[in-house]
């Protein structure tokens, strides 16, 4: 009980498999997401701070860190299906945060609950760092499919997942980190020579020249 059960918990995190009952070449951890989102936010919130935005580097970090612990109750759900509709996304959404609560009520004594409800809530709001936090993850989840098409995974479901992530970061084309990962990121991203080279390319280019 108490805190040593959330820490015995973090472990879970690496058992913890995205995208599961799908053939990958690589696969990736919940626990693993959760530190490449963390770093890839850390990244665009300097992109934002150079260009004189001003940084809560605190929440930026807490956000990202703790984004999808809650997936500790619910397991990871396809995102195809997660964001299937506004209405469905808003109830996983509230399932997580009330499994949530239960456990930091059950488990973190008292003096606690405020930091943790803080942190384990959801994070994707409409601050800076709640948008940088929607792209950070949406990034992570673009590299997860771009490296499947690159090892030729014969499976449609990661183009649907690469077209759903660029989409997702596009509408935050406000943001001047995803100007940067646009311009600057991206055009690496595309220069790699592999089989469905041609097909990505063509397919990103629509999937901006929409956004523009």
């Known amino acids: 009980m108490g805190v ?5 918990s973090l ?9 599961p009952g799908k053939f990958k070449f690589q696969t990736h951890t919940v626990a693993a997401h959760s530190f490449k989102v963390t770093k890839i936010a ?22 990202a860190l703790n984004h999808d612990y809650a997936e ?16 469905l996304k808003e109830l996983f959404s509230q399932v997580e945060e ?13 003096e606690f ?15 800076l760092e ?28 990661f183009f649907e ?15 001047h980190c995803v100007k940067y990962f646009v311009e600057h990121i991206m055009p690496d991203m595309l220069a790699e020579k592999f089989m469905p080279h041609s097909e990505l390319r063509d397919l990103t280019e629509r999937i901006i020249h929409r956004h523009e």
Request: zero cysteines; hydrophobic letters at 35%; glycine letters at 6%.
């Open 4 to 8: 040593h059960t959330y820490f015995k």
């Open 11 to 19: 472990s879970d995190l690496e058992h913890l498999y995205r995208l």
């Open 42 to 63: 850390q990244f665009l919130g300097t992109v934002e701070e150079l260009a004189g935005e001003k940084v809560n580097w605190r929440s930026l970090y807490e956000k």
């Open 72 to 87: 500790l109750f619910t397991g990871d759900i396809k995102t195809p299906v997660k964001y299937a509709t506004v209405e």
């Open 98 to 110: 009330q499994m949530s609560r239960k456990f930091i009520e059950e488990e973190f004594p008292k």
């Open 113 to 127: 609950h405020e930091a943790y409800l803080r942190r384990l809530k959801e994070g994707k709001d409409g601050s």
């Open 130 to 157: 709640g948008r940088i936090l929607s792209v950070a993850d949406k990034v992570d989840l673009l590299y997860e499919a771009y490296g499947e098409i690159l090892k030729r995974n014969p499976d449609p479901l």
């Open 161 to 175: 997942i690469y077209e759903e992530a660029l989409n997702t970061i596009l509408k935050f084309k406000e943001l």
